[in-house]
């Protein structure tokens, strides 16, 4: 059957599964919207395509799916560009579909042309320009095909406006390009030999757990060969959810604000064994005194990570599943007695130092903020969160379970991603509750989605964390650049006159009893909803603590003065994360 370029678009789309994009259309692109209706795939109007892309990217993190982002050439494509970077380092498939001038004028600097497959070569995982529409049915199979397999990423097809109203045969692919199938790595035998012997070998053995384990679907099996081998486990920021967050080997998150008792572990460790994570700078404090006694065990799919900032001792360029099912098979079952003990002795001092063992004041801390949500929701909630403080905190305290996603910017920490990604989320998890955790500065990068959130009716709840400043930025002043504030202090807008404007729903908190209040009251809307709350600019709970200073070691943290330390909360806090 002959079919034009835009509807061979939305007939490979429906083919993939794909059931809603994101996107604003332009004269570059607006033939393709115009069949879009016979498709039956919804279409979400954002208010600045960088929110598409963002939200693609939430879709695709919270669905395992591939995310769909749509623009128009120049413009609308150059605002993806931060969606796609942020998704690139995040390992997120999506597919950014863009329009183009036509062919016959690529290259004038016609109106609204930019070249975008240029501007986007070193953030995509692969992109094309589509200038011959006997190529799109393929294009489009294969663009898919390469944005899930292996390690996910961005993919983008640029669409010149003729090849969007050509004509030709629908032929439908019968399998992606062999170009685009690569068959995922198979473990070493000799490199996983000297995984198991070290593995058996060892006496303080510790988990790094990365958001490969997730994309991979091992976290049963991590479970099993913790719990077979006695080893801790520690999960990246994006790993969170890997590893059953109250399970007696949970260590916590590790890093530059990670759990003292993880990044602890991992000095003391006399063996790594990192699944599917990069050692980000974040995450390794000071390289050069990274983990010295430790031998180190990294199994990823992409061999580029592999001995590039951490050296390994062994090397296994795998996909997971192959290679954590036959560790757990071979490792041989050990207790690791004294090193569990030694652990467990170090989290109970750790935990006097932990802001939520402190009664709270009259300042409202933000620990309590999100401890609130985690208790109000159980911990089922799909998290959201900005970058910041508040994405921290959101990390430290809200425990995650794996039953629900935990989203966030973490590789290129994007402000203005949380808002626009949780509308991508909401739509993956119709039947969840979905919170964006974000800070005033992050919130006014993306508030104009408020917009989005009325017009799809999603039942979001905004959890602000008004402290009005730039507070991640204004920390590191305060502490390392004598407290010169540049910048950073917001004059911010009335923001519950402002979400009523939109028609949304606002409550604002500024103590504890008032945050509870308000959470409860929020989870009764069955619209979007915000709940600002007032926090500190000053001061010691302004701070996001622990924290490892740049260029130190990852234990070399610095700690909140203690108040009072050891006041029991009822919860054994930081073991719960
Ligand atoms: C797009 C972007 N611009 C700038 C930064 C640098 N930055 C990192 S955290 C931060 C402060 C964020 O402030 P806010 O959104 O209010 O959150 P808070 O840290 O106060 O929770 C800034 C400016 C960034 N990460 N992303």
Not at 9 to 15: A, S
Not at 225 to 242: I, N, Q, R, S
Not at 449 to 476: D, F, H, K, Y
Request: aromatic share 6%; hydrophobic share 40%; proline share 7%.
């Amino acid at each position: 059957m002959r079919k034009t370029g835009a509807q061979i678009v939305w007939e490979m789309l429906q083919r993939e599964g794909v059931e809603v994009v994101f996107g604003i259309p332009g004269g570059g692109i607006i033939h393709t919207y115009h069949p879009r209706q016979e498709s039956g795939i919804h279409h979400v109007l954002v208010r600045h395509e960088q929110s598409a892309a963002h939200a693609a990217d939430g879709y695709a993190r919270a669905s395992g799916r591939v995310g769909v982002a749509i623009a128009t050439s120049g413009p609308g494509a150059t605002n993806l560009v931060t969606g796609i970077a942020t998704a690139m380092m995040d390992s997120s498939p999506i597919v950014c579909i863009t329009g183009q001038v036509g062919t016959s004028v690529l290259g004038t600097d016609a109106f609204q042309e930019a070249d975008i497959t240029g501007i986007t070569l070193p953030i995509t995982k692969h992109n094309f320009v589509v200038t011959d529409i006997a190529d799109l049915a393929t294009t489009i199979r294969d663009a898919f095909e390469i944005a899930r397999s292996g390690r996910p990423g961005p993919v983008l097809i640029d669409l010149p406006s003729d090849v969007q109203q050509a004509e030709t045969e629908f032929v439908v692919p019968e399998k992606p390009s062999a170009y685009a199938l690569r068959p995922a790595p198979m473990p070493n035998p000799d490199a996983l030999d000297r995984a198991v012997e070290l593995i058996d070998r060892s006496h303080r053995p510790v988990v790094l757990a990365g958001r490969g384990v997730l994309l991979s679907g091992t976290a049963d099996k991590l479970l099993g060969f913790a719990e077979k081998t006695t080893t801790p486990v520690a999960v990246t920021l994006l790993g969170k959810g890997a590893f059953p967050p109250s399970h007696p080997l949970f260590l916590g998150m590790m890093g530059m604000h990670g759990h003292p008792t993880a990044n602890h572990a991992i000095q003391q460790a006399d063996l790594l064994i990192a699944l599917g994570m990069r050692f980000d700078d974040r995450v390794t404090g000071n390289p050069a005194s990274y983990a010295v006694q430790a031998r180190k065990i990294h199994v990823d799919i992409d061999e580029a990570e592999i001995d590039k900032v951490i050296p390994t001792d062994v090397a296994l360029h795998a996909d997971l599943r192959e290679a954590l099912a036959e560790m757990l098979d071979r490792a041989r079952p050990a207790s690791h007695d004294d090193w569990i003990d030694r652990l467990k002795a170090r989290r109970v001092a750790d935990q006097d130092r932990d802001t939520l063992q402190q009664p709270p004041t009259e300042d409202l801390p933000a620990p309590h903020i999100i401890d609130a949500i985690y208790q109000a929701t159980d911990g089922e909630a799909v998290v959201v969160t900005d970058v910041g403080q508040n994405q921290m905190w959101a990390a430290q305290y809200y425990a995650a379970t794996g039953h629900r996603p935990f989203l966030s910017s973490g590789g290129l920490g994007t402000m203005g991603f949380g808002l626009p990604a949780a509308i991508g989320a909401q739509f993956a998890c119709p039947n969840d509750e979905v919170w964006a955790i974000v800070g005033d500065g992050g919130f006014q990068m993306s508030l104009h989605e408020l917009a989005t959130l009325v017009q799809e009716q999603l039942p979001i709840r905004i959890a602000l964390i008004n402290n009005r400043c730039l507070g991640m930025v204004r920390q590191w002043q305060t502490m390392f650049y004598d407290g010169r504030y540049e910048a950073t202090d917001l004059l911010n807008p009335d923001f519950t006159r402002l979400a009523e404007a939109y028609g949304i729903g606002a409550y604002r908190a500024s103590g504890l009893a008032a945050a509870q209040d308000a959470i409860s009251a929020a989870r009764d809307v069955r619209g979007p909803v915000l709940v600002e709350f007032e926090v500190a600019r000053e001061g010691e709970l302004s701070h996001v603590y622990p924290m490892v200073p740049r260029g130190a070691a990852l234990d070399e943290m610095i700690h909140r003065t203690p108040v009072a330390a050891g006041i029991p909360t009822g919860r054994p806090s930081w073991t719960a994360r």
